[in-house]
């Protein structure tokens, strides 16, 4: 009961979809039942010039073959305007419903956090945004308009069948009901293949995905035969899927096939059975052939549908599943907007552990850092220094205590306006394809190209930026691939002076650089940190060294803290990591 009230509610929300398409929905359904009332008088018109023009005078007969034939044009011309109507604009409002779906699924992945993707792959978040949402439009478009034609040429069809011969028609319309049962039985085999299909079609697009991003990894260590011997694997899976689909579907066409000829065979021979014992004229036999066309082709469109509609309706219950997934990160009804915070953080008996994961990252951490203050954070590997980071733009929220930032609890403060007031400079630094203007105007889209230059001179990026062939309308590459990892750093660095927080975290930003590289880099890190709330996670002593407050992460918290000096003197937890190397 409660499943069958569940089934209806989701076809209301699909319908809903048409809403904005009203206009087009119902002239679609116009043409649509136009198209096939021309297909049904057609054959009526064939019927009366075989029982009518006969026992007409000559002339007489050839004024109305001549007009009939007129009629029929004007009715072929109505049928191509109907065709090209709901061929044209019956797809256009699929595709348009097909760009709201995709704005809504695309607008709520960016709500979702970080908590989310750490357990999604990217094919097949990709897949319900692209053939999931072609198979609903295909499913919201021909569904109406084929339901309509179907049952308008089958009953239309049966009813004039009916007054030709109504013992003719009673024997064709059995084999069709055994055609329908026949073909119902397949389609419900069918449905569990195409969504076995869906998932291996995502596993793939996942793994291409996956291989591509890291194409240099994969040949640095000269993998390419792994890679693609991984793919080979994924891609048996998906023709397995395939096969058990494709089995099913040859059965259903094969069967079709055979009911539709089976049909034409039992109104044919049943037909001469009354031709010949004088029941029937020839006029009907022909009419009641020319009708049989008419009688299996909506069966065929409608059993078509049924197995568009397990395709369309899956991928509306992948759509679904993925939009009833509430972000867990969001603004409480009560959020404070905050225009410039001053960068006063305070992290009170701070406990986290990941959603599948019981063990605590951190546990009851207290820390108060005041505006303007420079803070490090060293630490072993696991020991909480990324997460307590990304607990202060509430990637994650915290599974304890709380923290505040202007002696506001974050989670009061609008999301929005918290994230615009951090900026995050981190090792692996994305950049999207397009210009190098482009992706430093990233930190602040209203912002002039003047305003973009000078992020770009303080961040010491400028001068190689200058030696670029087209400067800062050169494109860069997917993900940057044309830069140095010293060259991505200063426009990561360059994004964050233009978009001028008051608070920074620096997440390992020079680690991966080379001497010379850290120097210039540091250089600009140590410029934008000037007067603002800074956090530094670091791998290297030379980034710290300078910090007036260096904080030592265990799994149990906050081991020690002072500067470099102070630490070294006390000859624990920090010692030890700078004569292991740092």
């Not at 001497?515 to 980034?543: C, G, M, W």
Request: with cysteine.
């Amino acid at each position: 009961m409660n499943k069958g009230k569940g089934k209806d509610h989701k076809l209301k929300l699909l319908a809903a979809y048409y809403k904005p398409y009203k206009g087009l929905f119902f002239a679609d359904l116009f043409f649509a039942i136009l198209g096939a009332a021309v297909t049904l008088v057609i054959p009526l018109l064939v019927r009366y010039i075989m029982t009518s023009i006969g026992d007409m005078p000559v002339a007489q007969a050839q004024k109305t073959i001549l007009y009939i034939g007129l009629g029929m044009l004007v009715l072929i011309l109505v049928q191509l305007g109907s065709r090209y109507f709901i061929t044209y604009y019956g797809h256009m409002m699929g595709a348009y419903i097909e760009h709201d779906m995709r704005n809504e699924i695309f607008s709520h992945y960016q709500k979702l956090s970080f908590a989310f993707y750490d357990n999604q792959k990217v094919g097949h978040l990709l897949s319900r945004i692209t053939s999931d949402l072609f198979d609903i439009s295909e499913l919201l478009h021909h569904g109406p308009e084929d339901i309509i034609i179907s049952v308008i040429k089958l009953f239309g069809a049966l009813i004039i069948l009916m007054n030709v011969n109504w013992k003719m028609a009673l024997l064709c319309f059995l084999v069709v009901l055994v055609m329908l049962i026949y073909a119902l039985i397949y389609n419900r085999k069918m449905k569990t293949a195409f969504k076995e299909n869906r998932v291996r079609i995502g596993d793939i697009n996942s793994q291409i995905e996956d291989s591509l991003a890291g194409i240099r990894v994969v040949k640095s260590f000269g993998n390419e035969k792994r890679e693609i011997e991984k793919f080979k694997k994924g891609n048996e899976r998906f023709v397995e899927a395939k096969s058990v689909s494709y089995r099913y579907m040859a059965g259903y066409h094969a069967g079709m096939d055979a009911f539709t000829t089976l049909i034409t065979v039992v109104a044919l021979v049943s037909g001469s059975m009354f031709l010949a014992g004088g029941s029937i004229l020839a006029a009907d036999l022909v009419t009641f052939l020319l009708y049989i066309n008419n009688f299996t082709e909506p069966v065929t469109k409608l059993v078509n549908f049924t197995e568009q509609f397990q395709n369309g309706y899956s991928g509306y219950d992948r759509f679904l599943e993925m939009m009833s997934i509430a972000p867990d990160i969001e603004d409480t009804p009560d959020a404070q907007p905050l225009e410039h915070a001053k960068g006063d953080i305070r992290f009170e008996d701070v406990s986290f552990h990941y959603e599948d994961h019981k063990e605590s990252v951190l546990s009851h951490v207290n820390l108060e850092v005041k505006p303007g203050e420079y803070v490090a954070l060293v630490g072993s590997s696991g020991a909480g220094k990324t997460t307590l980071c990304s607990l202060i733009p509430r990637f994650y929220d915290v599974s304890g205590g709380a923290i505040y930032l202007d002696g506001k609890d974050i989670r009061n403060i609008r999301l929005k306006d918290l994230r615009n007031n951090i900026g995050i400079v981190q090792q692996d630094v994305y950049l999207f394809a397009g210009t190098v203007l482009d992706n430093i105007r990233y930190g602040r889209p209203d912002a002039s190209d003047e305003e973009v230059i000078r992020a770009a001179k303080a961040a010491n990026a400028h001068d190689f930026i200058m030696e670029m062939d087209n400067n800062y309308y050169t494109d860069i590459g997917q993900r940057g691939v044309k830069l140095s990892g010293g060259q991505k750093q200063r426009l990561s660095i360059a994004r964050a002076f233009l978009k001028n927080p008051p608070i920074l975290i620096f997440d390992e930003a020079t680690s991966a650089l080379d001497n010379e590289s850290e120097k210039v880099v540091q250089d600009s890190l140590e410029r934008l940190a000037k007067d603002r709330t800074t956090f530094v996670i670091a791998h290297r002593l030379s980034t710290i060294r300078n910090a007036r407050r260096i904080l030592v992460l265990t799994e149990d918290g906050i081991a020690e803290e002072g500067t470099h000096k102070e630490l070294m003197e006390k000859n624990g937890v920090y010692a030890k990591l700078c004569r292991a190397g740092l």
